[in-house]
């Protein structure tokens, strides 16, 4: 399970403080997806952030009692100057897996060609966003982290592979995925909440989800 306790956070924007959390108390079960609806600009990426423990908040406590994955898109831990096959076997090891089996997963469903083998300081941000979400699906983690649903990438073939491989997940894992448009989150939340003014608003359906931002967003 993933659980904030009281958790806040702000940031200075050089005039005024920005809340992002305001005393946020949640807690998400395996098996239980959630997919959380705010608009642009109120915290999206400070809450994944949170989440996989890549920011600490001022106030409260985080508990993490599972293997939760680093949000999709994420590259803090890839290395630019190395190819995506050293950096699928580097950070295999880190997780305690075979680098074998690492490399081939990532190799097959980025479908880089020769660039796979070439330093990922010359991909595009597509081909970037390709290896990064093969390598949080070959590393099969309890909770996924999403940020505004699948990689912006062009490529059709790893849509569909990288998309029925994450549905497929859904059986046996658990998504939180966070967007500012409620039809990303249809496929894949099975309970919802609302991110506003720093508060967070826990609702069983994302219907109800959706009738609270669309009331707050269109007022």
Request: aromatic share 10%; charged share 20%; with cysteine.
């Amino acid at each position: 399970m993933l659980e904030f306790e009281n958790v806040s956070k702000s940031f200075w924007t050089g005039s005024q403080y920005k809340v992002i959390l305001d005393q946020v108390s949640f807690r998400v079960e395996l098996g239980n997806s959630l997919g959380i609806l705010a608009p642009n600009g109120t915290g999206k990426t400070t809450l994944i952030n949170i989440m996989a423990g890549l920011e600490k908040p001022d106030e409260g406590r985080v508990t993490r009692g599972c293997n939760i994955s680093f949000p999709l898109g994420f590259m803090g831990g890839v290395i630019g100057k190395i190819s995506a096959m050293e950096n699928s076997r580097y950070i295999a090891k880190i997780y305690g897996l075979d680098p074998d089996y690492i490399e081939s997963y990532c190799r097959w469903l980025c479908n880089l060609g020769e660039y796979f083998d070439q330093p990922m300081g010359t991909y595009s941000s597509g081909m970037k966003a390709r290896f990064s979400f093969a390598l949080m699906l070959a590393l099969d983690f309890d909770i996924y982290l999403i940020d505004e649903g699948m990689p912006g990438t062009t490529d059709v073939e790893f849509n569909r592979k990288a998309g029925a491989i994450l549905e497929e997940r859904l059986r046996t894992t658990t998504i939180i995925i966070v967007s500012h448009q409620a039809k990303t989150l249809e496929k894949f939340a099975r309970s919802a909440a609302v991110l506003m003014n720093g508060h967070l608003h826990m609702f069983e359906t994302l219907e109800e989800a959706k009738q609270l931002y669309d009331y707050e967003t269109q007022s």
